[in-house]
């Protein structure tokens, strides 16, 4: 199962607009059991300490779409039209816990599109002290459990690609609002409940970053190097 999801909703344009894409981004599994060490020798009635969000955020410092003609193509065989790369910059601090925004937006070409690859970059620009990844909460039961907090200092990158579904067409003026949804049990793969009860405390906290509990750092600093290979297939919705 993948770490990203990618859903796309369409409504028609009115009479003055182009077609045109937004991007906005949110957690989900906010809420979700730990994995344990042997998992497949738990007993139907065994529940695992689960990890419980309260703060969660990301800062997308670039976002790359590129998307593909289909079907389109001159009597030698070639696309009439070229691709469609759109390039973004900026440094979006995205609340994964509050209502979706739109991050970055732009127009689209009129046609029928068969492919689509995003990258997006999380990044710290040289001003900025803070991670660009951040995570708070509780692991074990709400009352009585353990503060843990998160923080990602480290570039990462991820990807998806839509190359498996119908065509999507442009021509008739769609606006297309996107919402990439971003697993936070998945950011966790690999991590089970014997590495968060042996992590190193720090006043009462389990602190995963560079300086602090490195191990699980690097497990999940990996994770959130998605490929397009890692993630779900992009679900395209049409607002009726």
Not at 103 to 127: D, I, W
Not at 138 to 165: R, W
Request: charged share 20%; proline share 5%; glycine share 6%.
């Amino acid at each position: 199962m993948g770490i990203l999801i990618l859903l796309f909703f369409a409504a028609s344009c009115t009479k003055d607009e182009k077609p045109s894409v937004g991007f906005s981004l949110k957690a989900v599994d906010v809420s979700a059991p730990v994995q344990s060490p042997n998992q497949s020798f738990q007993g139907s009635d065994y529940e695992n300490p689960t990890l419980e969000w309260n703060i969660a955020w990301i800062y997308i410092t670039q976002l790359e779409f590129d998307a593909e003609f289909y079907g389109i193509s001159d009597l030698t065989g070639e696309n009439k039209y070229p691709d469609f790369h759109y390039s973004w910059q900026g440094n979006q601090k995205i609340d994964l816990l509050d209502k979706p925004r739109f991050f970055a937006s732009m127009e689209l070409p009129e046609g029928q599109f068969k492919r689509f690859e995003l990258k997006m970059t999380s990044a710290r620009f040289s001003y900025t002290s803070g991670p660009n990844f951040f995570l708070s909460g509780i692991y074990g039961p709400a009352f009585g459990g353990t503060p843990i907090e998160v923080a990602v200092t480290h570039q990462f990158e991820m990807e998806l690609k839509y190359d498996d579904g119908e065509a999507i067409n442009t021509t008739d003026g769609e606006i297309f609002q996107s919402m990439v949804e971003l697993s936070l049990s998945h950011v966790f793969s690999g991590i089970t409940t014997e590495d968060l009860d042996n992590a190193e405390l720090t006043d009462g906290w389990i602190l995963i970053s560079a300086d602090h509990n490195q191990d699980l750092y690097d497990k999940i600093l990996k994770n959130l190097h998605i490929s397009p290979e890692d993630s779900l297939v992009w679900e395209v919705h049409e607002i009726q």
